[in-house]
């Protein structure tokens, strides 16, 4: 069982940053990928940033040069520093962790860009 626990988000101005973090559940073993997903609403949900075991990320070109994801596998637990947030960045923030052939989801935390 994977249990991916979120933390982080909120409102914040145009420019300014965010931290996300997300801790999981499992063994270092069992877990491939772990990352972050948004939606906005009428949206479809996209992918914002990957990193798996190896450390290897995958940025949406949105966020690429803004976004940073970084992943702690001794402790089962990635982050997702957000700099120069946009208006176009407001969106719910899902962490993903893919493992034991699933994906598991977080709670999902309101991240709001607006002047």
């Known amino acids: 069982q994977v249990q991916p626990v979120e933390s982080g988000g909120g409102l914040v101005q145009p420019g300014g940053s965010l931290r996300l973090s997300c801790v999981a559940s499992?063994?270092?073993?069992?877990?491939?990928?772990m990352g972050w997903y948004r939606q906005a609403p009428g949206r479809e949900r996209e992918l914002v940033a990957e990193?798996?075991?190896?450390?290897?990320?995958t940025y949406a070109d949105s966020v690429k040069g803004r976004f940073t994801i970084s992943r702690d596998n001794a402790k089962n637990t990635v982050y997702l520093q957000m700099n120069s947030l946009k208006p176009e960045d407001t969106a719910v923030y899902y962490c993903i962790v893919n493992a034991l052939r699933n994906n598991y989801w977080g709670q999902g935390t309101q991240v709001t860009v607006s002047s």
């Open positions: 990193m798996n075991t190896a450390g290897r990320t």
């Open positions: 499992g063994t270092i073993g069992s877990i491939n990928i």
